[in-house]
């Protein structure tokens, strides 16, 4: 009886362990180490599964939390899309949790760059700033 018990064991441990491996980020918009013109409108993550996101933040290079306004979600898809506030030039840090089907939280990490948008030169020619 106990090498049954055992043996139960392993196999659910073995299945789970195989389920949440194949359960991940695939894409994300900004993209994992991306550099950027000027702010990203959204913040876009595919999964390949279908999951529930229920934690998402977003850090400067200091640290500091950019508020969002992300709230869990209730509803599972492998794709999400989250309006971005305007943000500065800096080094940003997404922190993602997503929850799957079998209730296993799974969390991750990605960064991506934002630099200053490049002014149009027609834009600095009105303004006397540049040559002709």
Not at 49 to 76: A, E, M, Y
Not at 109 to 125: I, Y
């Amino acid at each position: 009886m106990k090498i049954i018990k055992i043996l139960l064991v392993l196999v659910t441990f073995i299945f789970s362990s195989v389920a949440i491996a194949h359960t991940g980020l695939t894409a994300s918009s900004p993209a994992n180490k991306g550099v950027l013109q000027g702010s990203p409108k959204v913040l876009e993550l595919s999964f390949n599964s279908s999951v529930r996101l229920v934690k998402l933040t977003l850090h400067d290079v200091k640290g500091k939390k950019i508020n969002i306004g992300f709230k869990p979600r209730s509803v599972s898809s492998t794709q999400f899309a989250i309006a971005l506030p305007e943000l500065m030039s800096s080094n940003y840090s997404v922190n993602w949790m997503i929850m799957g089907e079998d209730v296993h939280k799974m969390k991750g990490t990605f960064s991506f760059m934002v630099r200053p948008t490049v002014p149009d030169t027609d834009d600095l020619k009105q303004n006397g700033l540049a040559n002709d």
